[in-house]
């Protein structure tokens, strides 16, 4: 698919801009896993996104809960491989970190082409299913 204003719902600068807004804090803990130079909240491992920090565990689960919705043919599994692993404190290896970055890859790629009220659909969704979760109701 090529891209549109009318399609994509904003100017190329605005979705490059939303592109990097969304991705650039995962390929960043890309470049943090690769440097073994991750933070830790209480024996947590966190990444500073959005301007707070988050649990990586729960913020790679969101992100492949959230494009599983856009795209349930892409591979997403080493997303909740990691998460596990993050979160249980096992070790990470250079693969693992090599197949993120090309799940990321994938998803920009998916990100970019679909339209912008899919994407927020889809986020909304995946926001609702925490939600419903972290309060312990069945969805």
Known sequence: MSWSPRKMGDTRRERD???????????????????????????EPVLVAWGEYMSIAHTLTGFSGC??????????????????????GAPITEDDVNQLEQALQLIEKIYRATPLSQLKQ??????????????????
Not at 72 to 78: G, K, Q, T, Y
Not at 128 to 136: P, R, S, T
């Open 67 to 88: 494009f599983k919705r856009i795209a349930p043919e892409a591979d997403l599994s080493i997303f909740d491989k990691l998460a596990k692993r993050l979160h249980n």
């Open 17 to 43: 801009a939303k592109v990097w807004r969304t991705f650039g804090p995962l390929y960043k803990l890309v470049r943090d896993l690769r440097e073994g130079d991750v933070d830790a909240i209480k024996g």
């Open 122 to 139: 889809a986020i909304l969704t995946e926001q609702i299913a925490i939600e419903l979760d972290a309060a312990g109701i069945n969805h």
